[in-house]
């Protein structure tokens, strides 16, 4: 490929160099298709300014769409086979790319910083089974993190883009919204991952926002985002009957914060939750 991106022979061919057998443990499903990265380029809307974090860039079929329209990638693997590939593939095959790479052989969800300039964009496809944790984590921990498009399962990018009464709107969507305003970019067919997963994927993007004012801190205000949706069927009233000592203090403090005793979790958006927290500093 004139362009030097991975296809479905390549894919397999590194797999086999490498001696790679991907594994469901590290949810490890590579991209074979190369319009696919083409479009998470260019739905993420990263430039030629843009320092990009990627996380788990396997074998580097996105890592190589990302480097030609960007300053700098910085590419966090955990599996230290494929980290120290890494280079070697983008040196061989987008020959130059390779000192505006930075590789980082870490588990992305106990990263605190990364060497180099700071991270302004994160574009990634992230492995299943911590998705969430994941973004949430590098939203919390890299405040430089301006913008970004993830893929993620499609359920997943369902719910972290859904809206207040949505019925897969939950706590990691409201968690997410502290950070940042997620949209729904496209849908992913399993067939371009190799092994096929079992399950489609989605792509979401996000801008990063100031949270909601408040004298809470962010772990008092994500406490009560866990308790309020802990029982979903339960009104707040109850569900946050723990958390406030009573249901009659939760009462109180929901009907300080402007929030019906008798609502639910799923119909309240972040800076409502951030009200509740702050009013339950005053009674807990």
Do not use: C
Request: proline share 7%.
């Amino acid at each position: 490929m004139s362009d030097g991106l991975l296809g479905p022979a390549e894919v397999r061919a590194l797999a086999v160099s490498l001696g790679l057998r991907p594994t469901k443990t590290l949810g490890q499903n590579f991209v074979i298709d190369a319009n696919t990265v083409r479009r998470v380029v260019t739905a993420a809307g990263v430039g030629a300014d843009d320092i990009v974090l990627e996380v788990g860039p396997g074998l580097g079929s996105l890592t190589l769409a990302l480097l030609p329209a960007v300053a700098r990638v910085v590419a966090v693997e955990i599996d230290q086979v494929l980290a120290g590939a890494l280079p070697a593939t983008v040196a061989e095959r987008q020959p130059g790319s390779e000192s505006r790479l930075e590789v980082v052989t870490a588990d992305a969800l106990r990263l605190e910083s990364v060497p180099g300039p700071l991270p302004t964009a994160l574009v990634a496809n992230l492995p299943y089974n911590v998705a969430v944790p994941v973004l949430l984590h590098l939203l919390e921990r890299m405040s430089s993190l301006r913008r970004g498009l993830v893929m993620v399962q499609s359920e997943v990018a369902d719910r972290l883009a859904a809206a207040p009464g949505s019925r897969v709107y939950g706590a990691p969507t409201v968690k997410a919204a502290w950070y940042a305003v997620t949209r729904r970019a496209g849908p992913v067919a399993r067939t371009v991952f190799w092994p096929v997963p079992n399950v489609d994927s989605g792509l979401v993007g996000f801008e990063r926002v100031e949270p909601p004012p408040t004298a809470a801190t962010r772990a008092e205000v994500f406490a009560v985002i866990d308790a309020g949706f802990a029982q979903r069927r339960k009104t707040l009233r109850a569900a946050l009957s723990g958390w406030a000592g009573s249901a009659a203090a939760a009462e109180t403090v929901l009907r300080a914060a402007g929030v019906d005793p008798r609502a639910r979790g799923e119909q309240l958006d972040v800076a409502a939750f951030a009200r509740i927290a702050e009013h339950g500093l005053a009674v807990r």
